[in-house]
């Protein structure tokens, strides 16, 4: 099973994963990279979508909504982003204010809702962890806006530390426990020639998987735990996508071999 996809820039719409890919079943990813006064045209399908910028201003319109002038970081180290959520069966156009390059979600969804927008300023920030393995989270598309799968955040890890720590997965849904959400992982690092470790692994070890992640790679983690670790140096950043067939929580279990370290 393939759970590591590579990407090199270029100009207009890339799917880096595609359903199936990696076992993945709810979701698929790509980038839309446009240069200032240049526009992208798309439609939902049946699909909700969702666009987040990693940096750069755009205006983002369809039927029924006209977001303009959205975008207020440079980078995705530069602050909090700006997020466009898309029902199904919608056409819509991205229009680059500057250059612009955002991360394009979608995943099959029968939920009727309105076009929305979420601000910078509505994005809850979060300091997770300890010792070396802190980090700082932005919780983007939470429980708190209607989507029918999606659950969206970012991730800032410092140089030389451990994120996704003590390793968790959600798997199962047993709520209040725990929830059966699969997810995606799609990295940057500053400076850019930065590099990580992704583990991925379930109890039983059917899977077990650990693979090198650089600037603009993803991992597609269906199953299991999936721990990460920054190297000394750097500042690592992932935008993490999660996927619920059923619920949509930020419900997850610790592996029992390692959850003592939150304890200790």
């Not at 394009?104 to 920030?125: G, M």
């Not at 920054?230 to 279990?253: C, D, E, H, Q």
Request: charged residues 20%; hydrophobic residues 35%; proline residues 6%.
């Amino acid at each position: 099973m393939d759970y590591l996809k590579h990407y090199q820039p270029r100009p207009g719409f890339t799917k880096i994963s595609a359903i199936g890919d990696g076992g993945i079943q709810l979701t698929e990813f790509g980038l839309v990279q446009l240069a200032q006064g240049a526009a992208y045209a798309g439609n939902t399908e049946a699909c909700e979508t969702v666009l987040l910028i990693l940096g750069g201003r755009c205006s983002i319109r369809g039927a029924g909504f006209d977001f303009a002038g959205l975008g207020k970081r440079t980078d995705v180290f530069s602050g909090k982003p700006h997020t466009v959520y898309i029902p199904r069966g919608r056409e819509y156009r991205i229009e680059a204010d500057t250059d612009v390059e955002l991360a394009w979600i979608a995943s099959s969804s029968d939920l009727d809702t309105e076009a929305y927008a979420i601000a910078p300023e509505q994005v809850k920030a979060a300091h997770i962890g300890r010792d070396n393995y802190q980090r700082d989270a932005h919780l983007v598309l939470t429980d708190e806006f209607p989507s029918a799968h999606l659950f969206i955040g970012e991730a800032l890890v410092p140089s030389g530390n451990h994120a996704s720590y003590p390793p968790h997965r959600h798997d199962n849904d047993n709520l209040p426990v725990e929830v059966d959400m699969e997810e995606i992982y799609f990295f940057r690092f500053n400076p850019e020639q930065g590099y990580g470790i992704q583990k991925l692994y379930t109890d039983d070890r059917s899977v077990d998987f650990t693979c090198t992640v650089e600037q603009n790679d993803t991992t597609l983690l269906p199953v299991g735990y999936h721990p990460v670790i920054n190297t000394p140096g750097y500042t690592m950043y992932y935008l993490w996508i999660m996927a619920g067939r059923r619920n949509r929580k930020f419900l997850s279990v610790m592996d029992p071999q390692h959850a003592w370290v939150a304890s200790k």
